[in-house]
């Protein structure tokens, strides 16, 4: 393996930061993951600790691939659901690059996960429309056509009308897999309501295959019998990897 195909890819979440150096060849992990609890309060100064431990973890000194639940636009962050308005309008890769010393690369979750998915898993070789769906605290989604990701889709925050509570809201609040929790419901209730979901994002744009990832993906036996949706549907092959494989992907890609 060539030196160009080592890099160290972060995966912010709402609940943990995670890092791991991924071996570009193989779209894989090359060490151990590193995972250590989103601080809170969640500020920019907090996180940015969090990312200089990982790095620091790794004794890293090459360029770095950073994952971001919110939508991520010239490296700025522009919205931050799970995260806090404190984030938004900061350019997240110049400031790990001043705070930890390195050069970095910032991109939206699930595009991360989805290019990934695209480059080795289960979308791989496929030039048709993809979308790509993260299922864990939030809905992240990433669409890719010939191959190319249009970045920051985010179907996540489509509204849904939420019977019991009978008004609108984002859809990743109805039926993300945090909501199935908060509300216990058991995978025929959840699977009703994210199939109202999957059939309206379906009805917009149209896509041929839908790859599910995130936290979800890998519990596939328990619900992938019970959607419902007139395209192929199937579950991501990197599962929770994805996020870190593509942050190191993306970096060598726009940084190297
Ligand atoms: C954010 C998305 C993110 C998704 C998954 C949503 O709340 O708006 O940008 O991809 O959560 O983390």
């Known amino acids: 393996m060539t030196k160009k195909d080592l890099i160290l890819g972060i995966d912010i979440g709402g609940s943990g930061v995670k890092g791991a150096l991924v071996d570009l060849r193989k ?3 090359a060490s151990e993951r590193v995972r250590i609890p989103t601080p809170t309060p969640k500020t920019p100064e907090s996180l940015l600790g969090a ?18 639940p919110g939508v991520v636009r010239s490296q700025v962050i522009e919205t931050a659901a799970n995260m806090g308005k404190d984030f938004i309008g900061i350019n997240l890769a110049e400031q790990i ?21 695209m480059r080795y898993g289960a979308g791989k070789g496929n030039k048709e ?28 925050q489509l509204k849904m009308r939420d019977k019991k509570l009978s008004k609108s809201m984002p859809a990743e609040k109805i039926c993300a897999d945090s909501a199935r ?8 209730i959840w699977a009703g309501k994210f199939n109202k979901y999957l059939q309206y994002v379906h009805s917009l744009i149209w896509p041929n295959l839908i790859v599910l990832g995130g936290g979800l993906s890998s519990k596939e036996e328990k619900f992938m019998h019970l959607l419902n949706v ?16 593509g942050a190191a992907l993306e970096a060598k890609k726009n940084l190297m």
């Open 27 to 29: 779209g894989d992990f």
């Open 51 to 68: 990312v200089s431990e990982i790095i620091g973890a790794f004794k890293w000194k090459g360029i770095v691939g950073c994952t971001f």
């Open 97 to 117: 690059g001043k705070a930890c010393s390195c050069e970095a690369w910032i991109i939206n979750d699930a595009d991360a996960a989805g290019c990934a998915e």
């Open 129 to 156: 429309t993809v979308l790509v769906l993260t299922v864990g605290t939030g809905i992240g989604s990433a669409l890719f056509t010939g191959g190319r990701l249009v970045p920051n889709m985010e179907f996540g």
């Open 181 to 188: 929790k908060k509300a216990d419901m058991t995978w025929a």
């Open 230 to 245: 007139d395209c192929d549907i199937v579950s991501a092959k990197l599962q929770n990897r994805a996020g870190i494989v």
